[in-house]
């Protein structure tokens, strides 16, 4: 499996991006899950994610931004509006699958959000 992640790059506060995750080699019960980033310094944290079949947002992204997904394309997307600096972080994007019990991650799209 490969999750290859894209979108990011150099915002203002309050501006807006939209994150792609685009999957290839899918294999038995795999789906792309969800978002999390890293800021420098910090531990990996949850921004969106499916967790027992319901959508959890952490509530410093929630109203904020959006999960969606394409099946056709195999893609899943992040809409990112009203933009902080302390959004600024690599984000990265999560799959998983049923069949194997295991997580898949891509590379990462550094999102870099200026005051």
């Known amino acids: 499996v490969q999750l290859q992640a894209s979108g990011g790059g150099l915002v203002q506060a309050g501006g807006s991006l939209r994150l792609s995750c685009a999957a290839s080699g899918i294999i038995r019960g795999f789906d792309v899950m969800g978002w999390y980033r890293q800021a420098p310094g910090k531990p990996r944290e949850l921004v969106v994610d499916q967790i027992n079949g319901t959508t959890i947002y952490a509530d410093f992204v929630k109203g904020r931004f959006t999960i969606s997904r394409d099946g056709a394309k195999n893609t899943v997307y992040l809409r990112m509006n009203s933009l902080k600096p302390e959004d600024t972080a690599v984000y990265y994007c999560?799959?998983?699958?049923?069949?194997?019990?295991?997580?898949?991650w891509g590379e990462g799209t550094q999102v870099t959000v200026s005051s």
């Open positions: 999560k799959g998983h699958s049923d069949w194997y019990g295991l997580d898949y």
